[in-house]
């Protein structure tokens, strides 16, 4: 039986019944993509996911691939490779192409809806199966060599990786080594050694296209310290034609040295990747100019979403999973008839305790899952303008604001509920392989690290996406908040939960307020100022980024609470009935559960001073 619960019920309901998507379906760029043919999409992809992909999720964690230190390479279960080869024949990630490439268009929050599908699945197999999506990148950012090499990846089914972290760097990309010496045949040698590449040596395809950010030497107007100092570089594993894509038999100089032995997600391989030792790494300029890390975060920003999409995918797994075990775990009386010691044993599902936790989980899992859908639609609203070749700037800014959300809050809260609810609803049992949630737990930690940890995500969303900003976007998503906190939808039935939303968005705005006039104080020259007052702001950074998530879960599951209760109002089959009915009920569980808890996190962040900055690092 496959580990994997999907939920295309609740997917479909964001879509079509929340986001309202057939706006774009048919319509425009995806007029061969309508309403009834992406519901045909979904629902196959669900069935593939579940009885397919999902089945060699536990033997790849089992049987992690095995690192030949003599050959540099590295063998996955044979298992897996069945699964990944299934997959990429199914084709799905003609959704993410463009026409020219041979695509399906659809937009973006058709696509999110797949991936969640899939990742939830085999979260590994799709991290694999990078390549198509990462030829977007070359083909809208190359010379004509470049696209004909993003063809070539596409049409072999190459992979791909993204080559950005550093030993000694980390997370300071700008910090980087690797050199990249210009050869008089206009190619490149990259020397030097990465570290943490996701998918950087793999036995499944006949090549890997490594995507590397370099510094160029000895190249005016090229170099220099900093981010800005670096360029892109398409670098292959194999020496190949450019014109017909065929392997020329020679090895390129860049070699695996290490594969990682991981707390989770096993069977994806993260490797040290070093270039030049021994034989020329010769890659080619991406597009012939020098913009290295503005052409990477376009790869960066979709990672971003494919992880937060990730987390969610996996918690809703999780909590389904959890749900399943409750209602036959059969286990104590009933709480009422404690006292009685001959009452009957129940199941889990009537202890309150359990009722508690599961609804918790419902109610993020959920909101989460509308996070990164109502994220995607705001996507869509960039796609169709720039297929209407104008700009819509004001999703732009919304899409920037929502993404560190999307991935810093998501993984956060996923990682953690899964741990300390998904798993504990199942007590022992679930520590044990025989249930697939402690896989969940190692495999979704790392969700809160790679692509940008949550403190990255944290500054990120205030000092660019607020400040650098100008708190545009941030107005523009708060305006849409209070249009649904001064609606009268919902049957009157929703007064309290509307009453603290409102709250939590005040509270929200008044820590924003106070890290704002925090950080002006900050600045050189302000009155009664210090510039150690930034260490303020950077203690505040995640809990604001926690708190932000928070408020918009609540907001969108309010949203689809108005909307269950419209329906609830008419002919319902039993089914559709407690669909509706839980959607009310966890919308309602969110707002009365997590919203009050803002007002302290308010006092908390008024309230910070540098003491924890002071303290001498010998008394932690």
């Known amino acids: 039986m496959s580990h994997y619960k999907s939920n295309l019920r609740d997917i479909f309901f964001n879509l079509f019944e929340v986001l309202g998507r057939d706006e774009v379906l048919g319509h425009g760029p995806y007029e061969d993509m309508d309403h009834d043919t992406a519901v045909a999409v979904l629902t196959e992809i669900e069935h593939l996911a579940t009885t397919k992909l999902a089945t060699t999720y536990a033997d790849g964690d089992r049987h992690p691939p095995v690192y030949d230190p003599e050959t540099k390479s590295v063998a996955l279960p044979e298992s897996f490779k069945r699964s990944y080869a299934t997959m990429m024949d199914a084709g799905f990630y003609n959704l993410e192409l463009p026409a020219e490439l041979g695509g399906q268009p659809s937009p973006p929050s058709l696509q999110w809806a797949v991936n969640e599908l899939n990742l939830g699945a085999n979260p590994a197999l799709f991290m694999y199966s990078a390549g198509p999506k990462f030829a977007t990148v070359l083909w809208q950012n190359g010379t004509e060599r470049d696209r004909r090499i993003a063809q070539i990846m596409i049409d072999r089914q190459w992979g791909a990786t993204m080559v950005l972290t550093e030993p000694d760097a980390g997370s300071d990309v700008g910090a980087g080594r690797t050199r990249a010496i210009p050869q008089p045949d ?38 220099g310290p900093g981010t800005k100092g670096l360029s892109l570089f398409i670098v292959p594993k194999w020496h190949f034609d450019h014109e017909t894509g065929e392997l020329t038999g020679e090895r390129n100089g860049v070699f695996a040295t290490n594969v990682e032995k991981k707390m989770g997600i096993k069977v994806s391989t993260t490797c040290e990747l070093t270039f030049g030792d ?82 918790t989980q419902k109610a993020y899992a959920e909101g989460l899952r509308s996070l990164v859908l109502y994220t995607a639609s705001v996507q869509d609203r960039v796609a169709m303008a720039a297929a209407e070749g104008r700009t819509d700037a004001d999703a732009e800014r919304l899409n920037d604001l929502l993404l560190p959300v999307v991935k810093g809050y998501g993984s956060e809260r996923s990682w953690v509920l899964l741990g300390t609810e998904s798993l504990q609803t199942f007590g022992g049992s679930g520590f044990l392989t025989d249930y697939p949630l402690e896989q969940y737990v190692r495999d979704a930690k790392i969700d809160t690290l790679y692509e940008g940890t949550t403190a990255i995500q944290g500054q990120d969303l205030f000092f660019r996406k607020i400040v650098k900003d100008q708190g545009r976007a941030l107005t523009d998503l708060s305006t849409q908040i209070s249009a649904l906190i001064e609606a009268e939808a919902g049957n009157g039935q929703l007064k309290e939960e509307r009453d603290l939303l409102e709250r939590g968005l005040e509270n929200v705005g008044e820590i924003v307020a106070s890290m704002i006039m925090t950080l002006r104080s900050s600045a050189p020259g302000a009155p009664e100022g210090d510039v150690r007052n930034v260490y303020k702001v950077g203690l505040n950074t995640t809990r604001l980024l926690m708190a932000i998530g928070d408020v918009v879960c609540a907001w969108l599951l309010l949203r689809g609470a108005e909307v269950a209760l419209t329906r609830l109002g008419g002919e319902l089959s039993a089914a559709d009935q407690a669909f509706y009915e839980g959607k009310v009920a966890s919308a309602r569980w969110f707002a009365r559960t997590v919203l009050p808890k803002l007002a302290a996190e308010v006092q908390i962040a008024e309230a910070t001073d540098l003491a924890v900055m002071d303290l001498p690092e010998a008394a932690f």
Do not use: C
């Not at 990465?194 to 370099?214: P, W, Y």
């Not at 992880?307 to 809703?316: C, D, E, F, Y």
């Not at 286990?331 to 199941?347: I, S």
């Open 186 to 223: 206009g190619s490149w040698h990259l020397e030097g050694v990465k570290r943490f590449i996701t998918s950087g040596e793999q036995d499944m395809t006949e090549n890997i296209v490594h995507l590397v950010l370099a510094r160029p030497v000895g190249v005016e107007g090229a170099g």
């Open 278 to 359: 021994g034989a020329p790494a010769q890659g080619w300029l991406l597009g012939e100019v020098h913009d290295g890390i503005a052409q990477m975060f376009q790869v960066i920003e979709h990672a971003r979403m494919l992880v937060g999409t990730k987390a969610i995918a996996m918690l809703s797994t999780g909590y389904l999973n959890a749900l399943d075990y409750a209602k036959s775990r059969v286990q104590g009386a009933d709480l009422a008839a404690a006292g009685d010691r001959t009452a009957p044993r129940v199941t889990i599902t009537h202890h309150p305790d359990v009722r508690r936790s599961l609804m």
